[in-house]
Every structure is written in C-alpha cells, then in structure tokens.
C-alpha cells in the first residue's frame, strides 16, 4: 500500500492564489535591492547557490518578467536580477526611501513571498530548525508578519550568524512547509524545510 501524504490547503499557502510580480516582496526580506527607473523597477539578489538562482528565473518566468544570473563579485555567488518593469513598479515605490530599502509598514506574507525568501536565502539550522537571513532593517517587519502567519520566530544577531530568523520545532516547520508547498526539483537533499 502506498502511502500519501495530505496536507490542509492553507489561506496563505502558495496553493491560495495564483504567483505575481510582486511576490519578489519576499527576496526584500532577505538581502534582495530593488531599485528604479521612471516609471520601472527591477530586483536583484545574491544568492550562495545555483540552485537557488535557478528557481528564482523559474518563478520570474511563471510571473511573465524576464531575469538575468551572472557570476557575482563574491566568489562561487550567483547575481540574480529581474529586467526593469512597470509590474514590479509598486515595490519600488513600497520599499524606497530615498535610494535607501526600507521595510514598508503594514508587511504582510502569503505562502508566494515566503517561498521566494525560502528560495533566496533560507537554510536547515540543525534537525529542528531552518534559518531566513535579513535584510538590513527588516526585522521588525519580517518578525510580525511571520508571526501573523503562524510563523513566530526566534531573531539571531551577528554574533548567532544573523541578522536572521530561525523557525524551531516540528509543528512550526510543518506550518512552514503547509505554506511554501513541495521542494523545488533544482533544490538539494536538505536544503528544504522538512
């Protein structure tokens, strides 16, 4: 007999809603930069993996926006970044002060935005635990609207390898993982929440 695995649709699960340009709100969360051009707005990251790069320019294609990937000034890193778009418009205009990133008030997370902070900059921390690291600035807003979501989490300072979030215990990553859904096939043995 084989068994299934059934999991509970979730209000904020990627299930919930079809993807969109601005779920790239999720790659803000972590050390993603979005930057403008008249009326447009691109966002770029460095990411530690191919993999990671990989998924990011599947999502962008599943939300109809062109990216690009070249090696990075930092050895074995990946830069990842969108073309200039009027979609991704509203996040400039939402995470820019001046030329400075800064979290807007009112941040709210669907299982979309998660998945691609997950995708951008998230790690297992140990059997029980997995890890998101921050942008500058960020922590205030990213701790609440993960834990409006079922999410709360522990922050980690510089000194425990932060500015980050780390999700402990069994439940919790079980919440996490009813929200972003499966692992990406390019994802390695691992390095999804389990």
Known sequence: MT???MRQLS???VEASPPRPLDLEG??????????IGGTARVSIVVDAVWR????????????LA???EPSTVETHIAFRTAYSNALS???????????KAAPGGLALDGHRLKLWVVACGAPDGSRAFTLRLGTGVE?????????IGLPATLLGPRAGGPAYRIV??????RLVELIGDPPPQAPNGGWPE
């Open 67 to 69: 990216a690009s990937c």
């Open 169 to 174: 215990g069994r439940r919790r990553l079980a």
């Open 140 to 148: 205030g807003p990213a701790g609440a609207a993960l834990a409006s």
């Open 90 to 100: 509203p996040l400039g205009a939402r995470w820019l002060r001046g030329a400075m």
């Open 11 to 13: 209000l904020f699960g």
């Open 27 to 36: 790659l803000l969360l972590g050390p993603g930069q979005v930057t403008r």
């Open 53 to 64: 790069a990989s998924v990011l320019l599947g999502e962008c294609a599943i939300r109809g």
């Open 3 to 5: 068994a299934v695995l």
